[in-house]
Structures are given as C-alpha cells and as structure tokens.
C-alpha cells in the first residue's frame, strides 16, 4: 500500500515539474489577439477596464515561474495601454488587518471588497481601480477574468489555449443551438450553386436548394440547365459525405426546347436534346471557401470537369 502511494506521489510530482512552455506562451499570444479582437469589436473597452488590478498572474509550472507574469504584464500593457495598470503582489499573500477592533488574518482566495481596500490603501492620490483581472496558467494554456469592481460584472472570461478549441466547441454548440431554434420556427436554409463544368463536356447551370435532415446532410431543390441539355429547367437532390464536405447527388432536366416542339406536334426531325436528361454530379469544396471542383456525368454522354460557385452572392442571378 505504502509502494503505491509513493509511485502515485512520483507520478503527481513528475507531472506537475513537467511545464509545456510552448503551450503557455502560445495561449499568451491567443490571448493577446483575442483583446485586440473584443476591443475592436466593442465587447471590451479600454475605458472600462483601466486602471485595472492585475491581482493574479499565477503560473503552476516551476519552468514558467520566471516568465509567466512578466509576459502576462506584457499582453495587458499591449491590449490597454500602461498608463493604468497596477499590480498587486499583496493580494495572492497571507493578509492581516485590524478592522472594527479585531485583529484579521486571511490566506486563500481574495474577495472584490478586499481588493478593493487593498487598492485604496496602496494607489495613494491616483484613481481607484475600475477593475480587476485574473491570469492563471493550467495544464491546457490559461484562463483569465476580467471583473468590474464597482458593479461586480464579468467584463471578460475565457480559457484560452493555443489552438482555440475551447471557443471552436463553443461555436460549434452555439450553431446546433441555432440550427434547432431555425427548425422549429420552420425557417428554410438556402444554398445556391452556379456549376461551369468545361472540359471535356460542357454543363452550365444553377442550382437553388434547401438544406434539411436531421443533421442538414441533404439538399433538394430546383435547377436550371444552359448547356447539356441546352435550356432546361428540374429538379435536384444531393447528400454531403462528411469526408472533405463532398455534395454527391443526381438532377433530372427537363429540356424546354424539346417539350415545346413536341407540345406542337409530332416531328420528322432528330431533336436536339432528349425530353429528359439525368445528370450525376460530385462537388469538392476548396477548403472553407465558396469555390470547389465539379464533376458531372450526364445521360447524354457528356463528361465534364469545372468549377462550382456556392452562395456567390456577387452574382446577379443569386442575389
């Protein structure tokens, strides 16, 4: 029993001596481009903030010890200037104070209300803070708190780690929490495409589609044919395949010119187009962008490789 609390003990210690400095300064520049962000946003404002209490600068790691308050010092001088912020190295120590004739002795976390007496007691003639900020690294980057001492509002509250993933799954969760309030208000969800497949064959159209399915996976729609078959107007559907956001799908043209001559009468002549054309199409989106390849493959036997254009809303015909 003895052997596995010291083996539990070694391991504890051994984890915690371990630093991933990278991670840390990382999350500090992630940091620093995120109050550059919400100052220019308006969600943070440096009026608000300063003068401000740096109460904590609080590293966990021994290898961060020498770096880590500076460099936080550095990103709050950068974010809201150095004409206002102060440090407060009384508030992270043991305190006592007489107060109503008792003699006082704190250690642990500080109060707003002490650190607003700590303030007073220390900033001599100068402005009293306006509020106070928290920086404490972890084992993931850091996490920091911006606190309003007058009103006690959260000014500022974020785990910050060097490739955002925190704020990435926040996103992500917003999103469902949106896509589920626009299903229930029964509201559409729109995408449009203008495909130019080129060579070898040639099919130029636009497709105007609603996205649906329990996880918005597929789209059905109208589309409207230029070339193969030559004017056409039908119907579309497409399923994405997770794997590079793939649209795999099919349409069925109807083409007009063809409908028309036949509505007229019966014909001697080979027409253009077949009544119906069936078209096999792939999209591969360039990354995140608006823009992807397109393969289409049609009953025609026209092959054709392009470009497909998704919600350009620069366009006329999808505005």
Not at 22 to 34: A, F, G, Y
Not at 205 to 232: A, E, M, Y
Not at 242 to 247: F, R, S, T
Request: glycine share 8%; with cysteine; aromatic share 8%.
């Amino acid at each position: 029993m003895l052997l596995r609390v010291v083996i539990a003990a070694l391991l504890l210690l051994s984890a915690t001596a371990r630093a991933d400095s990278p991670t840390t300064r990382d999350s500090l520049d992630r940091l620093e481009e995120l109050l550059q962000l919400r100052i220019e946003d308006g969600m943070l404002s440096r009026d608000e903030v300063m003068p401000a209490l740096l109460v904590s600068a609080e590293p966990i790691y021994l290898e961060s010890e020498d770096w880590f308050a500076t460099r936080a010092i550095e990103v709050l001088e950068k974010a809201f200037g150095n004409g206002g912020l102060r440090l407060c190295e009384a508030c992270m120590a043991p305190r006592a104070f007489v107060e109503n004739g008792y003699l006082a002795y704190q250690t642990g976390p500080i109060g707003l209300d002490e650190v607003v007496r700590l303030d007073d007691q220390s900033r001599g003639d100068s402005q009293p803070a306006k509020s106070a900020i928290w920086i404490d690294e972890h084992r993931g980057g850091l996490a920091i708190r911006i606190v309003d001492l007058r009103t006690s509002r959260v000014l500022f509250a974020q785990n910050v780690d060097p490739n955002l993933v925190e704020n990435k799954n926040t996103q992500r969760i917003y999103s469902l929490s949106a896509e589920l309030e626009r299903r229930a208000r029964g509201d559409s969800l729109t995408q449009a495409f203008v495909d130019f497949a080129f060579y070898p064959g040639q099919h130029f159209s636009l497709d105007w589609t609603d996205q649906w399915g329990k996880t918005n996976s597929n789209l059905s729609g109208v589309t409207l044919s230029v070339f193969d078959p030559v004017i056409g107007i039908g119907a579309c559907h497409y399923r994405r395949i997770e794997y590079l956001n793939v649209l795999l799908g099919a349409k069925l043209i109807l083409s007009m010119p063809t409908a028309l001559v036949r509505s007229l009468g019966e014909v001697d002549f080979d027409l253009i187009d077949p009544p119906l054309t069936a078209v096999g199409v792939a999209r591969v989106p360039f990354g995140r962008s608006n823009y992807g390849a397109i393969f289409t493959v049609s009953t025609n036997g026209q092959v054709g490789l392009g470009i497909s254009l998704m919600n350009i809303s620069l366009l006329p015909v999808v505005l």
